[in-house]
């Protein structure tokens, strides 16, 4: 069986039209997991969305062809091609993906856990690791074949050096700022704009901002719109049209913006993907 909650904290994302909204994803082959790890994959036709939910084993899940964005609590994760998710047993956590993508992933039995992981966390997937992940999803594997692969699969699962999470307020001071993000993150009003609208001064609201997030409230909206910016591009959409959507006045001007969160440019991260 699996866990589920009826809130993640923070607000809501803004829905595409069209999306599927489904529950969770159960356990392929029943639960508890039999083998050391089980994986599965599926690619929804349209853009799909999880309710809130937990698992009670580990988890990796990861797309293709595509991005998937997860909320744990007051962090917001997302996960572009050739990088994946994993989410340790009780984690509560929704997800999207995009239309079209590929998704994929990997259960753990309990104990069995990679070495170097202390909680949710952003892992690459290499060539490798996801040739091993995708060879144990056949199901004519004799069982020294699937030890040797799982064994192989311990060996190279690792966090990922750069660790990339949208910190989400949680504070009643800012959170319709946050909201207000969050359904249009090309919202252009500014710290004196929303001092006024919510009957505070923009020294509170910076200072909140800074308290809650670690980050100042236009490091704390550039964060957002790159997360944003992701999954559009992972549909297809251009820079251009990309920065247009967002709130830039220029294509360089969110080339800028988005090497400054992720430390690379938009195009170099799509063919690393």
Excluded: C
Excluded at 107 to 133: C, K, S
């Amino acid at each position: 069986m699996t866990a589920r909650a009826d809130d993640l904290g923070l607000g809501a994302w803004l829905r595409d039209p069209g999306t599927v909204v489904r529950r969770d994803v159960g356990l392929p082959l029943g639960d508890p997991v039999p083998e050391a790890i089980v994986a599965a994959s599926e690619t929804p036709g349209a853009p799909t969305e999880w309710e809130p939910h937990a698992h009670p084993v580990d988890e990796l899940v990861w797309v293709r062809g595509g991005t998937m964005t997860s909320r744990i609590g007051n962090r917001l994760f997302t996960v572009p091609a050739g990088f994946g998710l994993w989410l340790p047993a009780g984690t509560v956590h929704g997800g999207r993906v995009t239309a079209g993508a590929e998704l994929h992933y990997a259960f753990f039995a309990l104990g069995r856990v990679p070495a170097g992981f202390g909680g949710p966390a952003l892992v690459v997937i290499t060539p490798l690791l996801e040739a091993l992940l995708v060879r144990l999803t056949r199901a004519d594997l004799d069982p020294a074949a699937r030890e040797r692969t799982e064994a192989v699969v311990f060996d190279v699962l690792v966090p990922a050096e750069r660790q990339f999470a949208l910190e989400l307020p949680g504070d009643p001071r800012i959170d319709a700022i946050a909201e207000a993000l969050l359904a249009d993150p090309a919202d252009k009003r500014g710290l004196e704009e929303w001092a006024e609208h919510l009957g505070a001064s923009d020294r509170t609201i910076s200072r909140a901002f800074r308290t809650a997030t670690g980050l100042s409230f236009a490091q704390w909206r550039q964060a957002l719109r790159v997360h944003r910016a992701l999954a559009m591009l992972a549909e297809g959409a251009d820079v251009r049209d990309v920065a247009e959507r967002l709130g830039y006045a220029q294509p360089s001007t969110f080339i800028a913006a988005f090497r400054r969160v992720l430390k690379v440019t938009p195009g170099a991260l799509a063919k690393r993907g």
